[in-house]
């Protein structure tokens, strides 16, 4: 399988959280002429992850998610680049795990298998599903598929989403002293959370807070009643300590929702292979019964979600061959560690 007309084909396929439908209808194809065994594993209504496997046990299992972000970028490529929404975060990964999972098969290797989640760029609910799908128990590591620029990642920021909910009064605009101002409100929340000193690691550098959505409001002439604004805060703490920053923040008079919460994630990452240190955050963390997490993929996270998006052809080809190499690695270890006679292809560790 050629990755780069793989990125291409998944990248035509729009799939937003929420719309993931059509492109997992064609990756369970791709999967199913590898002569693999492909379920669907429901997360919610017309809302599927795949899990693929052999007739083997799953040792080593690629995980990759296939929503997106919104954006309508359309696909399309030159002589270096595919480009479009989701070519690097992260449909481009998961045209390296089909191409390489391709390549180990057709040499004969059968304990691997792939999963493909939906939600990921949401609220991670098709991750949080498939930790409880029982094939997870038979995986003994398992190799995420992120743009990390074909090294691998020794590990990621944690994520906390919140919804900030203010109230207030309305009241006419021309006599603003009958209300109170919600929108005001927030604004006071969002700048306290804006200004303050938030908790660093030399590993992960610092934690950030994106203010991604704000809402609020009827009318200009109207003293706005109630407002909300959406967060991201990318954590190098844990995920309850800075929910218990923020809530002293903002004050008992702000309500504070909590979408999704992961914490700081450290992977593993075996000798012989250039390492990188990423500041996202994965799918990896909701995965925690899918064996030891590794984090791999193509392209560089900068150009993710905006409307440049693009991934290096030569980075998808180089990419397949890195999987392959680290599948061989992880098996022999699997190998090394339950059947000690096995005499490992690779030393370097």
Request: net charge negative; proline share 5%.
């Given at each position: 399988?050629n990755p780069?007309?793989?990125a291409r ?7 937003p959280?929420?719309?993931?439908a ?8 791709v999967?199913?002429?590898?002569d ?12 599927f992850?795949?899990v693929?496997?052999?007739?083997s046990p799953?040792?080593?299992?690629f995980?990759?998610?296939?929503d997106?972000?919104?954006g309508?970028?359309?696909?399309h490529?030159d ?5 479009g929404?989701?070519?690097v975060d ?17 040499a004969g290797e ?18 949080q ?7 997870a ?7 995420g598929?992120?743009p990390t620029?074909?090294?691998l990642?020794?590990?990621t ?5 919140i919804?900030?909910?203010?109230k ?6 021309a006599?603003?002293e009958n ?7 927030l ?5 306290a ?8 690691s ?7 807070v994106?203010?991604?959505v704000?809402?609020g409001?009827t ?6 009643g ?10 190098v703490?844990?995920a ?5 920053q923020v809530?002293d923040?903002?004050g008992?008079e702000?309500?504070?929702?909590v979408?999704?919460a992961?914490?700081?994630?450290v992977?593993?990452t075996?000798g ?7 500041r ?6 909701y995965?925690?019964k899918w064996?030891i ?5 193509p ?21 397949v ?14 190998d090394d ?5 096995h005499?490992?292809?690779?030393s370097e560790e």
């Amino acid at each position: 399988m050629n990755p780069v007309t793989l990125a291409r084909a998944l990248v035509e396929i729009p799939s937003p959280s929420g719309d993931e439908a059509a492109v997992v209808r064609h990756v369970a194809t791709v999967l199913r002429n590898l002569d693999l065994r492909v379920e669907q594993q429901q997360v919610a209504s017309n809302r599927f992850n795949l899990v693929a496997t052999t007739t083997s046990p799953p040792r080593v299992v690629f995980a990759c998610h296939l929503d997106t972000v919104p954006g309508d970028i359309e696909a399309h490529e030159d002589d270096t680049h595919v480009y479009g929404r989701g070519t690097v975060d992260a449909k481009g990964a998961a045209a390296v795990q089909l191409a390489a999972a391709a390549k180990l098969l057709e040499a004969g290797e059968t304990r691997i298998g792939l999963l493909f989640t939906i939600d990921q760029e949401m609220n991670a609910l098709g991750a949080q599903e498939a930790n409880h799908h029982p094939v997870a128990e038979q995986c003994a590591f398992l190799i995420g598929g992120m743009p990390t620029g074909g090294k691998l990642a020794t590990g990621t920021k944690g994520s906390l989403r919140i919804r900030l909910k203010t109230k207030g009064k309305e009241a006419h605009s021309a006599h603003p002293e009958n209300g109170d101002s919600a929108i005001v409100r927030l604004l006071d929340a969002l700048t306290a959370l804006r200004t303050a000193s938030w908790p660093s690691s030399e590993q992960l550098g610092e934690t950030t807070v994106n203010v991604g959505v704000i809402s609020g409001g009827t009318r200009a002439n109207v003293v706005p009643g109630s407002a909300c604004a959406d967060l991201q805060i990318r954590l190098v703490t844990s995920a309850a300590s800075v929910e218990a920053q923020v809530r002293d923040l903002v004050g008992p008079e702000v309500q504070v929702e909590v979408l999704a919460a992961s914490d700081p994630l450290v992977l593993f990452t075996p000798g012989g292979f250039e390492t990188t240190s990423v500041r996202f955050t994965t799918d990896l963390p909701y995965l925690n019964k899918w064996g030891i997490p590794l984090l791999l993929g193509p392209g560089s996270i900068l150009v993710a979600h905006t409307d440049g998006e693009r991934v290096a052809k030569a980075s998808l080809t180089a990419c397949v061959d890195q999987y392959v190499r680290l599948t061989h690695r992880l098996l022999d270890r699997y190998d090394d560690e339950h059947n000690p006679v096995h005499t490992s292809r690779d030393s370097e560790e």
